[in-house]
C-alpha cells in the first residue's frame, strides 16, 4: 500500500471512529436516564499507606477502582475512544498532591476501535504532602472528586462519585490494609526504562530497546503516534529489542516519544526516547586528487566500470603527517580521504595525569565541609528513589553533569579572562561580595526549605526531596560545585596548575574533570544496584533528616555571612542584614499563605524584591585593609617585592595564601597556623610570615600563583634563609612548620 493509500485509510478510519465513539457516549447518556443504571460499574475507593499522618511528611495514596466484569476504564491515553480519570482533590489544610501514576494499561480492540485500558481491580498510585504546623490529633480531612469513563463492548457511562476520608495527625503509624492495597498498586506499576531510542524507516517507526524482551510491545502515552490496534513485530539483535510499527501519518507528533514497554517480563516506563534521525541518502562522487602511482579517471585512464585499487601512501603537508586511505564500493566508486594526524604534543602526557589529578581532586572535594550539606541532599534524594533503578539513575546522572557543567563553566571564564588579559584564579567567583550574596540567599532558601518554611518545586529548588528527576539533580550538582570548589583539595592544586600551560580544549577537559570526580561516589551508588541497596530504606525517618539537614545549611549561610562581612564594610553589612530579614520573612509568609490555600505572590514578590536590591544598591568596599598585617613585625602583608628583600636579607619566610571563603584555609590556621607551637619555633628561628589575602582577589596574588603553577589556594611556600622556596602540603601540620622553622636556624 502507498503511503497516500494509507494517509486516506488512517483519515476514513479517524472519521469512523469519531462517530462510533459520539454513538457509544449517546448510548451512556440514554443508560443514566434509565432506571437500571445505578452507577455501580465501576467502584472507586481511597486507600492511604497511613490514617494519622505526621505534619509535613509524605503520604502515599492509591485510588483503587474495582470494575465489574466486562467493563473497564481507561489509560492516560484512551486510544481511539475513550476518556482517562480525572481527580479533583480538596483539602481544607493546603495538601499537596502529586499526579497519579497508572498501572500498564490492556489494548482492546472492539469492531475496529482500539482502546488503552483497566479492567477489574486496578488502582493509580500518587503522594499526599502534609503541610508543616499541624498539631498532634488535629482533624485532616481530604476530599476527592473523581470522574471517569466507564465502559463495555456496548455502551460508555460517564460516572463520578466524591470520596471523603478523615485524617488525624498524629505519629505517621502505618494502616495496613492500606498498606497493603498500595503495595499491590506499586507491584502494578511500571518500573523506569532508559536508554530506549527511535528512529523512521520508511513508514514505519522502529523502536530500540535496551536488552533481549519477547514480545515487546510499544504504548505510547500521547496520541498521534500509530494507531493502537496497529501490528507491532519485535525481534532480538545484538543485545536489544527491535520493534517496529507502522506510523499513523507522514509527519512525526511535535513532542518526544514517551510512554510504556511492555512485555511478557513486565512492564517499563519510558519518560523520554532518544531520537535517531535516519541517514539521508549520500552521493559520493569522485575526489579529483592525483596520488602518485593512481592514474586519474578525468585522463580517461580508468574505465567507470573497473574498480580502482589505491596503496596506502604517506604524504607530506606543511610539515605534518597524513594518510591517503582508499574506500571502494559495491557501485566502484573511488573515495580518497586524507587524514592529518600531525605530531604527538608533548603537552598530551601532562593533559592525561592532570585529567586524573583534577578526577582525584573532585574525589577528595566531597570530603571537605564545604560540600558536606549538598552532599546529604542528594544522598538524601537517592535513599527516597530507593528501588528504582531509573530514578536512581536519572537523580545521578543529573547530578553529575550540573557539577561538570559548572565546573567547565569556571574553567571558560577563566580561560577567557586570561585570554583578555585579566588576571582570574579558580575561586574567582566567590571574590565579588554580589557573588557570595547571591550564594548566602541560595543557601538561606534551601535551609528555609528543608526546615518547612515554605515549598517551592522549581528547578532552582536545591532541596534534593523537593524536586523530582534530573532537574533537581542538575541544581543540586551546580551547587555543589559551585561552594565546593574553593575548598581545594590535595591534587587538585596541581591539575589546575597544569591547564595554564595546556590547549584551551585540554584545560577544559581538566575542569571537566574535576565535576566529574564530585559526581563519581553518586553515580557509582545510582548505578550499582549493589551499593543503592545499602541506603536505608524510604520512610517517615526523611521527613526528620530534611529537618536536621537545615541546620548545617544554616550554618553555611553564617559562614558566608561572615566572608561578607570581611569583604563590604559597615554601610554594606547594613543593607545585607536587611535585606536577609526582609527575604526570611517573605519566605515565610509566602510559606504560611501555601498551607493556608491562600495567594503567595506578593510574599514571594517581597522577598524576590529584597534579593534583587542589593546588586541594585552595590555593596561598598572594605574601608581598611587586613588589619593583621604590619610591615615590621613578624606576620606581615604579601607583596613580592616584600619577598624579595626578605630572601636577600637572607630571613627565612613563609608565604601563606589564603582567603576568608577559603575552609581548608581556615582549618589549616586553626590547626597549625596560629597554634603556640608554631609561633614559638617561627619566633626562635626568626621566620618571618607574609600573608596573602586573596578574599576580594589581588591581580598580584594571581600572577605569582600562576609563576608557580597554582590558580587556586591553600598555597603555602617556605623559604630558609638561602636557596629556594619549598612548596608545602595543602593540609598543614604543627611538626610540618616547626621541622621547617628549625631546618632554617640550623
Avoid at 37 to 43: D, E, Q
Avoid at 84 to 91: A, L, N
Avoid at 228 to 254: C, Y
Avoid at 714 to 733: A, D, I
Wanted: charged share 15%; aromatic share 8%.
Amino acid at each position: 500500500m502507498s503511503d497516500r493509500s494509507h494517509v486516506m485509510e488512517a483519515y476514513l478510519k479517524s472519521v469512523f471512529v469519531r462517530i462510533a465513539a459520539l454513538f457509544m457516549l449517546f448510548a451512556g447518556v440514554l443508560a443514566l436516564a434509565s432506571p437500571a443504571s445505578a452507577r455501580t460499574n465501576v467502584v472507586p475507593s481511597l486507600a492511604f499507606e497511613t490514617l494519622s499522618p505526621s505534619a509535613g511528611s509524605t503520604v502515599r495514596v492509591a485510588i483503587v477502582f474495582d470494575a465489574k466484569p466486562g467493563w473497564h476504564t481507561y489509560w492516560t491515553n484512551p486510544g481511539d475512544a475513550g476518556a482517562p480519570p480525572r481527580v479533583k482533590w480538596e483539602s481544607e489544610d493546603g495538601a499537596l498532591f502529586s499526579r497519579a501514576t497508572h498501572p500498564a494499561p490492556k489494548v482492546l480492540n472492539v469492531q475496529g476501535i482500539a482502546s488503552y485500558v483497566h479492567e477489574g481491580q486496578h488502582a493509580l498510585l500518587l503522594e499526599m504532602r502534609v503541610p508543616q504546623g499541624l498539631s498532634q490529633g488535629a482533624p485532616f480531612p481530604v476530599t476527592a472528586r473523581l470522574d471517569w469513563l466507564a465502559c463495555s463492548d456496548s455502551q460508555c457511562v460517564p460516572e463520578s462519585a466524591t470520596l471523603q476520608s478523615m485524617l488525624v495527625i498524629g505519629s505517621g503509624e502505618t494502616d495496613f490494609p492500606g498498606l497493603s492495597k498500595i503495595r499491590q498498586a506499586e507491584a502494578r506499576i511500571p518500573g523506569a526504562m532508559s536508554g530506549v531510542s527511535y528512529t523512521r524507516e520508511g513508514s514505519d517507526w522502529v523502536f530500540s530497546i535496551p536488552g533481549a524482551r519477547a514480545g515487546a510491545t510499544v504504548l505510547p502515552s500521547s496520541t498521534g503516534w500509530f494507531d493502537p490496534g496497529a501490528a507491532q513485530s519485535s525481534k532480538i539483535a545484538d543485545g536489544k529489542t527491535l520493534v517496529r510499527v507502522r506510523a499513523l501519518s507522514q509527519s512525526a507528533p511535535r513532542s518526544e516519544f514517551s510512554g510504556l514497554v511492555t512485555s511478557s517480563a513486565g512492564s517499563w516506563a519510558i519518560a523520554s526516547a532518544v531520537y535517531i534521525a535516519p541517514p539521508k541518502p549520500v552521493e559520493v562522487g569522485v575526489q579529483k586528487q592525483e596520488l602518485a602511482g593512481v592514474p586519474n579517471p578525468d585522463e580517461g585512464n580508468v574505465k567507470d566500470s573497473e574498480p580502482v585499487q589505491v596503496e596506502e601512501e604517506r604524504l607530506v603537508s606543511d610539515g605534518s603527517d597524513a594518510a591517503a586511505e582508499q574506500v571502494s564500493s559495491d557501485d566502484r566508486v573511488l573515495v580518497t580521504t586524507i587524514a592529518a594526524t600531525g605530531q604527538e604534543g608533548e603537552w598530551l602526557q601532562t593533559a592525561m595525569l592532570a585529567l586524573l589529578g583534577a578526577i582525584a581532586g573532585g574525589l577528595i572535594l566531597n570530603l571537605m565541609p564545604c560540600v558536606f550539606p549538598i552532599l546529604s541532599l542528594k544522598a538524601l534524594s537517592l535513599a527516597k528513589a530507593g528501588s528504582d533503578a531509573g530514578a536512581a539513575k536519572s537523580e545521578g546522572l543529573g547530578y553529575a553533569a550540573g557539577a561538570i557543567a559548572t565546573t567547565t563553566l569556571f574553567g571558560a571564564i577563566i580561560v577567557s579572562l586570561k585570554a583578555a588579559g585579566v588576571a582570574a584564579g579558580w575561586s574567582f567567583q566567590l571574590q565579588s561580595p554580589l557573588v557570595v550574596f547571591a550564594l548566602l540567599s541560595v543557601v538561606l532558601l534551601v535551609a528555609l526549605n528543608l526546615v518547612g518554611a515554605f515549598e517551592m518545586r522549581l528547578p532552582f529548588a536545591f532541596s534534593g526531596s523537593s524536586q523530582k528527576g534530573w532537574k533537581g539533580s542538575f541544581a543540586t550538582g551546580s551547587l555543589a560545585a559551585f561552594v565546593a570548589t574553593p575548598c581545594s583539595g590535595p591534587f587538585m592544586a596541581g591539575a589546575l596548575g597544569a591547564v595554564l600551560v595546556l590547549p584551551t580544549a585540554a584545560g577544559l577537559a581538566v575542569f571537566a574533570g574535576l565535576g566529574l570526580g564530585m559526581a563519581l561516589p553518586f553515580l557509582a551508588i545510582a548505578f550499582v544496584p549493589a551499593l543503592r541497596n545499602m541506603l536505608p530504606r524510604p520512610g517517615a525517618w526523611m521527613v526528620k533528616l530534611k529537618k536536621w539537614l537545615s541546620v548545617p545549611m544554616f550554618l553555611t549561610a553564617a559562614w558566608l555571612a561572615w566572608v561578607l562581612s570581611n569583604q563590604t564594610n559597615e554601610s554594606g553589612l547594613i543593607i545585607v542584614l536587611i535585606a536577609t530579614v526582609i527575604c526570611v520573612i517573605g519566605f515565610v509568609w509566602m510559606g504560611r499563605n501555601q498551607f493556608a490555600g491562600r495567594r503567595t505572590l506578593p510574599a514571594l514578590a517581597t522577598a524576590c524584591v529584597a534579593i534583587l536590591a542589593v546588586p541594585a544598591i552595590g555593596l561598598p568596599a572594605p574601608s581598611t585593609a587586613n588589619a593583621a598585617s604590619n610591615e615590621d613585625g613578624p606576620i606581615r602583608s604579601f607583596s613580592e617585592e616584600r619577598l624579595n628583600a626578605l630572601r636577600a636579607d637572607g630571613v627565612p619566610v613563609f608565604v601563606d595564601f589564603t582567603a576568608d571563603w577559603c575552609l581548608t584555609c581556615k582549618v589549616n590556621e586553626k590547626a597549625a597556623i596560629n597554634r603556640e607551637e608554631t609561633r614559638k619555633a617561627f619566633e626562635d628561628a626568626g621566620v618571618v610570615t607574609l600573608v596573602g589575602d586573596w578574599t576580594n582577589g589581588d591581580p598580584e596574588i594571581t600572577r605569582f600563583l600562576e609563576k608557580h603553577g597554582r590558580n587556586s589556594i591553600p598555597f603555602y611556600l617556605f623559604y630558609g634563609s638561602e636557596g629556594e622556596g619549598e612548596v608545602l602540603p595543602q593540609v598543614l601540620t604543627v611538626e610540618i612548620l616547626a621541622s621547617k622553622a628549625r631546618s632554617s636556624a640550623e
